[in-house]
């Protein structure tokens, strides 16, 4: 992975900037020390590694604009940095680069029950999110698999889903409101309590910018009644069009489950053999999960199951209680664990229209063949989003690149089908010189328009989501004007 | 002008000196100034797939068309996009482009989202005539920036869209509504932020103070929509006098009603729209002094009747929301502006983003920003 040389006279200008910093931080808040910077060396890609210039770790939106300022006016990028959960690279450092981290910003500011939102510093971790709101019958609704330990800085930058998304949306469906910090250091607030922006929706074109058109400090969350119960089903088929062609008509019927998630015989031998869960071997397996009371639960899941058994599943198997419910989820849960027991990994995320689900999995699995290395498939089925999880041994020479290349080609196909290059991941550095495939070189101009209106001087986490061939003009003029 | 293909319009816009004025079935009192450009030519469904949720049409597909097609796979425009035909007395048949553009939602917003959330990927011809796809057909795209959430809602200021995709959901089982009688605003308020913190999935929560009532929609499978209208009866017991349950055919006539604003269709004065929390509608109701108004989206939402040349803004004061002018003459327009004034960073922002994308200022003069 290739990154911009960094600034020589930047990293040369250290004391400075670390002086400066400490004189609106305090002194456990800036981190300039080798040993110490080399904690934010990556983000959870941890193939890729660069320890930063120093981080700093605010405590407030005055901080974080007293932080920016500086670095504006220093000429140093700046990273910000969620919990450091990113699979796409999002938040690796450069060697010139303050990271600005928003881990010490975790407070709940209010509750609002009479009209359903919260507003909370963005270091505030996704769970900890619906933790705070639960005891009283209501939940934040993105739920990304990292939500343990995950920011909604870093939800927001990348636009976070999960299993659940396809009846509640991701982040961006459930963002109302921010406070953002721009690279200069004013503070802009967008939207608020209410729905809908008045003008331009600029709360939409911050959500999923990947940091890079402003900090965000704070944010108003809609939150939701909790529903009455939820409960899963889990049907296995001896072939995976066959599964493709249930789910379809699950949808199709008018149900709208909260989760349909799929696995194929690679990632259900993995998981069986490393959690134990009890799945059926089978070549395709589903977990379909409804949500509602008791009676509402048993007619959906009537429906769903009377589907299934029109495509003869070799199992069918309805939850009856949550300890069922919980035996059914541990598998798709442990699949990421299971399949890093058997080797190194690297986890993809392109979506595919569901339709083409059949075909591309074929391809996976040839293409697999050639390349000579295994892949198994979990993901979310009713969005179309998968997870190819590509294995591979880090330690032996020319495996990762090779791991590398066969992701690329998967990833291309996706968008060969309809399909896009991320769906909850990012782009980051990860898939960076991908974004050609996508897009037209006008295309990418539009957004990197955008970039420029928000961060004229491309300081803001640079050298991601645009290729940098395609960038590389704004970045020369960024540095010529220093 | 009427254009036929997504090319002629790139050229069109390319060779533009002079403002024009977009639009597909101008149905929606929205027109910036300039020359008439209408899409109504970049007409049809392009592709629909009923299994995958998602349907892809051209801009000028008339409305009609596409809740057609999703009707024959009893599907729907789930975010239920108002017609403003009635309210701002205008003609035509609206578009599906029209309808992101306007970022047009109904009063089912408040459970599903709005139309810029079902809005999955966008072509676009900017000001400069080129032509810009962003997004795709599928639920989930972190692909780079959002301009498809940029190009919803931004009423043709900033490009020109020739093609969207967009996301369909199944039409449900059957519907009813629990109606309160005799609540004030207040109450009102109050008893529909009840029942939307209840889990009995309400995706309708509206209040006309004129007819004394507040009216709850519950939709899904029939014996379920029974099951919770009893469940939310009893949630609300002691918050209102009087209950009574519509039907399924009495309730769709309701929200129909409601989602148009048929109470102020053919009455005089001007018609604002108030985004706002729920709780401060009662406050900003008080303040407004309007001749007649009309809760929705469980009291985040206000209509407003007000006398012709009314300055809602100014009486409103400051509050977290914002107030947009529907229907009122030009010069009350003018003076006052459609949108709400922005921040002074918002602005900046905004302005920034209209500079990257029209830099002749072809589109829309004078609508959105800055009052002309």
Redesign the interface.
């Known amino acids: 992975m290739e990154m911009p040389k960094p600034d020589t006279e930047v990293i040369a200008r250290k004391a400075r900037v670390v002086a400066r910093l400490l004189s609106v931080l305090p002194d456990d808040a800036v981190i300039h020390d080798e040993r110490e910077t080399r904690a934010y060396e990556c983000d959870a890609l941890t193939a890729y590694r660069c320890p930063p210039m120093v981080a700093v770790l605010p405590s407030n939106t005055q901080e974080v604009s007293d932080v920016l300022r500086i670095c504006h006016s220093e000429g140093v990028p700046v990273v910000p940095r969620g919990s450091g959960t990113s699979l796409a690279g999002g938040a690796l450092p450069t060697a010139d680069c303050v990271i600005l981290g928003v881990a010490r910003m975790n407070d709940v500011i209010e509750t ?5 939102l919260i507003r909370v510093q963005t270091g505030r971790t996704n769970l900890s999110v619906t933790g705070a709101v639960e005891a009283d ?2 939940f934040y609704a993105p739920d990304p698999s990292s939500q343990l330990a995950c920011a909604i800085a870093g939800n927001i930058a ?2 976070s ?1 999960g299993a659940h ?2 009846k509640y ?2 982040t ?2 459930n963002l109302l409101g921010v406070t953002m910090v ?1 690279m200069d250091g ?5 939207g ?14 911050i ?3 990947e940091g890079q058109l402003g900090v965000v400090t704070e944010a108003t969350l809609r939150i939701l ?4 119960g939820a409960r899963p089903v889990l049907m296995g088929f001896d072939d995976n069009e066959v599964a493709g062609a249930c ?3 699950i ?6 489950p909260v989760a349909i998630e799929f696995m194929d015989r690679p990632c259900i031998e993995a998981t069986e053999a490393f959690a134990k869960a009890g799945y059926p071997m089978c070549e395709a397996l589903l977990i379909v999960e409804v949500e ?2 008791d ?2 639960i048993d ?2 899941l009537a429906l769903i199951m009377e589907i299934a058994r029109r495509h003869n599943p070799v199992e069918l198997r309805e939850s009856r209680s949550a300890e069922e419910s919980a035996k059914i989820w541990l598998g798709r849960k442990s699949a990421f664990g299971a399949m890093g027991q058997i080797n190194d990994y690297m986890c993809l995320d392109g ?5 083409a689900l059949p075909m591309v999995l074929r391809r996976i699995g040839e293409m697999s063949q050639e390349f000579g290395l295994k892949v198994g498939n979990v993901f ?1 089925a ?4 998968m997870h190819p999880l590509i294995l591979f041994d880090a330690n032996k020479p020319g495996d990762l690149e090779l791991c590398e290349t066969f992701g690329a080609e998967i990833l291309k196909l996706c968008v060969e089908v ?10 980051g550095i990860e ?1 960076r010189d991908l ?1 050609h495939v ?3 070189a ?6 990197m ?6 961060d004229p001087a491309w300081l803001l986490n640079p050298a991601k ?2 290729p940098l061939d395609a960038s590389a003009g704004r970045r020369a003029v960024k540095l010529a004007a220093q | 002008m009427m254009v036929r293909s997504e090319q002629e319009l790139a050229a069109l816009v390319a060779d533009a000196a002079d403002p024009l004025s977009i639009r597909g079935g101008n149905t929606r009192g929205m027109a910036g100034q300039g020359a008439a450009l209408s899409v109504a030519g970049l007409s049809g469904i392009i592709l629909y ?6 349907m892809v049409a051209q801009a000028g597909t008339p409305l009609d068309e596409i809740e057609a097609a999703l009707a024959q ?2 599907q729907r425009l789930a975010f239920e996009p108002m017609d403003h035909r009635g309210l701002v007395g205008s003609q035509g048949g609206p578009t599906i482009g029209g309808v992101f553009a306007a ?1 047009v ?1 109904g009063p089912r ?2 459970a599903v ?2 139309a ?2 079902f809005l999955l990927g966008v072509r676009f011809v ?1 000001g400069r005539g ?5 997004g ?15 190009m ?3 009423f043709g ?2 490009g020109v869209m020739s093609e969207v995709s967009f996301k369909v ?5 059957t519907q009813a509504a629990l109606v309160l009688h005799g609540l004030d605003d207040g109450q009102a308020v ?1 008893a529909m ?1 009840r029942a ?4 009995f ?1 309400v995706t309708g929560a509206a209040h006309d103070p004129a007819k004394g009532q507040t009216v709850l929609r519950v939709e ?2 029939e ?2 929509v029974a ?2 209208i009893g ?1 939310l009866q009893t949630e609300l017991n002691g918050m209102a006098g009087e209950m009574t349950v519509l039907t399924a055919s009495e309730a769709e006539a309701f929200w129909e009603k409601q989602r148009d604003v048929a109470v102020f269709h053919g009455e005089e004065g001007d018609i604002w729209r108030v ?5 401060d509608a009662p406050a900003l109701l008080a303040k407004a002094g309007a001749e007649a108004h009309l809760l929705d ?1 469980a009291g ?2 206000i209509w407003l009747r007000m006398a012709q040349g009314s300055e809602l803004r100014a009486r409103l004061d400051q509050f ?5 002018i529907v229907r009122a003459s030009a010069q009350t327009k003018a003076r006052l502006g459609v ?2 004034p ?2 002074a ?2 602005a900046k ?2 302005a ?2 209209r ?3 029209d830099p002749k200022g072809v589109f829309n003069a004078g609508l ?2 800055a009052v002309a």
């Open positions: 609002d029950y009479d009209n359903r019958g209501f990348m636009n889903g998304c396809l949306g991701v961006t469906n721009m004013e503070v802009v607030e967008i608020g309590g209410y729905m809908d922006a008045g003008g331009l929706d600029l709360l939409g074109l959500c999923g910018s009644p909790t529903p009455e789910v379809s008509d949808i199709k019927a008018g149900v709208l509602g009371s009676a509402e007619h959906q979506t595919i229209p569901v339709s979310h009713g969005d179309g989003n309809g399909g896009c290059l991320t769906g909850e991941h990012g782009v898939k974004m996508q897009y037209a006008e295309d990418l101009e539009a957004q328009a955008v970039k420029d209106v928000f989501v645009f | 797939e009923p299994g995958a949720l998602t796979e009893n970022n939602s917003r408040i989202g709005a810029r959330d900017d080129v032509v810009v796809k962003n795709g057909r599928v639920m989930k795209n972190v692909t780079g920036y959002d301009l498809v959430k940029l919803a809602g931004s200021t900033l959901l199944p039409r449900v089982e109050a932020s939307m913190g209840s889990p999935e899904g499978f014996a379920s099951y919770r469940r985004s706002c929390k729920p709780s989206w985040g939402l977290d929301g914002h107030a947009t949108f709400h922005e921040a960073g918002v922002l905004t920034g983003l500079a990257q994308f959105m920003g």
